[in-house]
């Protein structure tokens, strides 16, 4: 399993970073995104370190897409959000500022004009943790 050790995916899997973790096995570990662009909104990653799609074992990326399933029944079950998108970026240019592999977990409501590039805002942690237990407790 590699690891970069400028990556801040990498330090959270190695818990030297905090997060609200959702899930983990041998192979990927899903946590909440901080900087939530609607209530719900999940990361998954494969442990081993690769930038991006083109980079990305095929293993890994198999095993991310099953937790990525996993995760999305959780949230379906825990919020029931009237859509869920499965987002992943490329590039600078397709929004991708961690250059770790990872899959969004994206919850949608009807109307809420989210757009792809969706810009960072910081969420309130508090009600992120909240909805982790919930989400947790579907798994
Ligand atoms: P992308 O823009 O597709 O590369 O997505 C990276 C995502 O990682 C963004 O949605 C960020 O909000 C999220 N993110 C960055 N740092 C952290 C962190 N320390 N904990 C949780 N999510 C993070
Ligand atoms: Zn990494």
Redesign the pocket.
Known sequence: MSASQDC?FCK?IAGE?P?YKLYEDDATFA?????P?NDG?A?VIPKDHAKDVHAVSDDSISRTVITAKKIATAVEKSISPTGINL???NGPAA????FHF?M?VLPRREGDELKLNWG?KPGDMDAIGKLADKIKSNL
């Open positions: 801040i959270i970073i997060c946590f909440m995104d901080i900087n662009a909104h990361l987002v992943q970026c929004g991708q500022s961690v990872h969004h960072l």
